[in-house]
């Protein structure tokens, strides 16, 4: 099932060829739009998805699909207590790192930045399909970079603490397609990708059990018309399982919780009137644009 949230935070199934959007809003209990303060029913249906789902597949077959470019969508998640990213998780990404990247906006190789590990986003840096990332002024006016890394995402249905990794992947309500972006630089990583609209998260959430082998999905990342980053999430370092066993191992997650998998080599450079166009094998593009 394809999950979106859309207009005024109304909760939709998007049909499989992407092109239409069914409401299902009154499906869901004690719905209250897209208030933060009043995120409980999002939450829930995250970790009740065992139940909910069917409710949500009988009302969307009694539903009238309503074009997608009809409607406005929103980013498919709602008020997550945390966005937790993964850093250096693919062989060739810590090699761009290490031997362009880091020299050019730092001047200098910090080699704790290019071990794996998580760190934390603001959870208000969400963006949803169709806005744009706002480059932030001071980090432009001293001629920071500001970069792209186009990832795999995902959202937490049930919560947990200590994961083992053979259990983890069943605590995966759906993945989306996720953009984690960056100001490049010295400084706190956490602080430098959690400006607002750094994580445009779309276009909707496509849930675990429509995707066959999540470790064998294509990310394509297009800035401009120009092909930037192609991998596989077979080339992860650490697999999701291993991520939310490791994450889970830090800090509970839960329900509504978002995990970005880590970025591919090909990060790069946005400037202002770019558009992104970012993809995963049977998630969607996610589409965003760039202004100062
Ligand atoms: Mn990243």
């Not at 539903?63 to 990213?85: D, E, F, H, M, W």
């Not at 006016?141 to 083992?164: C, F, M, N, T, W």
């Not at 779309?202 to 800035?223: F, K």
């Not at 400037?271 to 965003?288: C, K, M, N, Q």
Request: charged residues 20%.
């Amino acid at each position: 099932m394809r999950i979106a949230l859309f207009d005024d935070w109304r909760l939709g199934v998007v049909d499989p060829g992407g092109q239409t959007v069914r409401d299902v809003t009154a499906a869901v209990r004690g719905r209250s739009g897209g208030d933060p303060f009043g995120a409980g029913w999002w939450v829930r249906m995250c970790r009740d998805f065992a139940d909910a789902g069917p409710h949500l597949i009988r009302a969307a077959a009694a539903a009238t699909p309503v074009p997608l470019t009809s409607v406005r969508l929103r980013p498919p998640v709602l008020n997550p207590t945390k966005i937790v990213a993964t850093a250096s998780n693919y062989g060739e990404h810590v090699a761009e790192m290490r031997d362009a990247v880091l020299a050019r906006v730092t001047g200098q190789v910090d080699a704790w930045l290019l071990d794996f590990d998580v760190f934390l986003k603001a959870p208000s840096s969400v963006i949803g399909p169709g806005t744009e990332v706002v480059l932030p002024r001071a980090a432009v006016d001293q001629g920071k970079e500001v970069h792209h890394e186009s990832e795999l995402a995902l959202v937490i249905g049930r919560g947990g603490a200590a994961i083992p990794e053979a259990e983890a992947l069943d605590h995966v309500l759906g993945y989306l397609v996720g953009l984690d972006m960056t100001v490049r630089g010295t400084g706190d990583r956490s602080r430098r990708k959690s400006y607002d609209t750094f994580t445009p998260l779309g276009p909707w959430l496509t849930t675990a059990d429509e995707i066959a082998d999540p470790q064998a999905l294509d990310i394509r990342l297009e800035v401009a018309g120009e092909l930037r980053q192609a991998a596989n999430t077979g080339d992860m370092l650490v697999p999701i399982a291993g991520i939310i066993a490791y994450a889970s191992s830090v800090m509970r997650l839960e329900p509504g919780d978002v995990i970005l998998t880590g970025a591919p080599p090909g990060v790069g450079e946005v400037h202002p009137g770019e558009r992104i166009e970012a993809s995963i094998t049977g998630l969607g593009t996610l589409r965003v644009g760039v202004r100062r």
